[in-house]
């Protein structure tokens, strides 16, 4: 079982930042009608409704109650969901990643499947610290040097260590970050700790309408579609099947950016492993609420087609322009996860 407590012990001497907060021990939830069903058309997302605050106890084991939640931005006044909704009997993609890096804010069930996978694939753990390592240096290059002042990050996560939006204010506190995803306790997460501020907003969607994230009021009223966004899509594409079309949904939201835009991607693969190796990943996440499908280069490069690749191109994870020295190859053993950065050039 996951210690907790041990693992937060073991990241503070470490010297590591704590990776998810231990100050959200409610959970303020907002009513709302039942989450979609996958694959169920979701229309425009979110459906207005009556807010309706409830305590909850904590995801972690100490599950006591406490204060209600510290932040609350105006998105948890509006349309929510019902305390009983949180689905506890399934793993959630959200919060096993959360178990992944160290957080508390999951369940039993979770930790379940987190152990069931490490097991399998102990180096699963530095896997999601590398794309999380990406996810910083893909926002500061995006920041810094290409110079993007917005940012529409699609499967946002319980917040981490290093937020999107954390890491682009450090460059340009002027930056605008909509944070999507379409798991309730990410959106509870996110209310109370990402927003707050301006220039940051969470949107309750799923990546698999995007008609319905394009339209949605919170992010209409934050990212101006005229000036170039860096479209996030990290660690997400794995969770979406073929069947779903991944290729048009990317398609769908790089049409609505203009000349000038990113996509920053990061995905799961096996090509570092044995043929067949996935079969067992695959096979634990059946019982998920979503569905883990790993990509061979060829399929995850393809999402970046018809975009300027930025150097250098798509690569592992820590390959991409790494801070300090170069990983060793024996670093990169059974790194599955590939990463890159493109650009929308005038007339794609
Ligand atoms: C592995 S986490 C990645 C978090 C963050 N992007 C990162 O790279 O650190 C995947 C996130 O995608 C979300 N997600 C999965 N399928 C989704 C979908 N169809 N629509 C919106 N979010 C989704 C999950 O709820 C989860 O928060």
């Not at 979503?290 to 250098?312: I, M, N, S, T, W």
Request: hydrophobic fraction near 45%.
């Amino acid at each position: 079982m996951i210690d907790e407590d041990r693992e937060w012990a073991r990241r503070t001497a470490a010297g590591l930042p704590p990776l998810a907060s231990r100050s959200v021990s409610v959970l303020a939830l907002a009513r709302r009608p039942r989450p979609p069903a996958r694959g169920e058309d979701t229309g425009a997302g979110w459906c207005p409704g009556l807010a309706l605050i409830v305590i909850f106890p904590a995801a972690g084991s100490g599950g006591t109650l406490g204060a209600a939640m510290p932040a609350m931005g105006k998105d948890v006044m509006e349309p929510g969901f019902a305390a009983s909704e949180i689905d506890t009997s399934r793993p959630h993609p959200a919060r096993m990643y959360d178990a992944y890096l160290g957080g508390r804010d999951n369940y039993p069930v979770d930790r379940e499947a987190v152990r069931e996978i490490l097991r399998l694939y102990p180096e699963t753990r530095q896997v999601a610290l590398a794309n999380r390592a990406f996810l910083q240096r893909a926002v500061r290059f995006l920041a810094a040097e290409a110079g993007i002042r917005q940012f529409l990050d699609i499967g946002t996560g319980i917040p981490s260590a290093g937020n999107v939006h954390e890491v682009a204010g450090q460059v340009a506190p002027d930056a605008r970050v909509v944070y999507v995803d379409n798991d309730p306790i990410v959106h509870v997460h996110a209310s109370a700790l990402l927003t707050g501020t301006a220039s940051t907003g969470i949107v309750l969607a799923d990546l698999r309408d995007p008609g319905a994230i394009l339209a949605h009021p919170g992010l209409r009223a934050m990212i101006d579609l005229s000036r170039p966004v860096a479209l996030l899509l990290l660690a997400i594409l794995h969770f979406v099947t073929e069947e779903e079309d991944p290729a048009q949904i990317v398609a769908t939201l790089l049409d609505a950016l203009p000349a000038g835009s990113y996509l920053a991607l990061s995905h799961a693969t096996a090509d570092f492993h044995p043929p067949g190796a996935a079969a067992q990943a695959t096979a634990v996440y059946k019982n998920a609420t979503a569905p883990f499908v790993p990509r061979p280069f060829k399929q995850v490069a393809a999402f970046l087609d018809g975009l300027e690749l930025v150097e250098p191109g798509l690569v592992q994870a820590p390959l991409w322009r790494p801070d300090g020295k170069r990983p060793r190859p024996r670093d990169l053993e059974k790194i599955g996860i590939y990463a890159g950065l493109g650009r929308k050039a005038p007339g794609r």
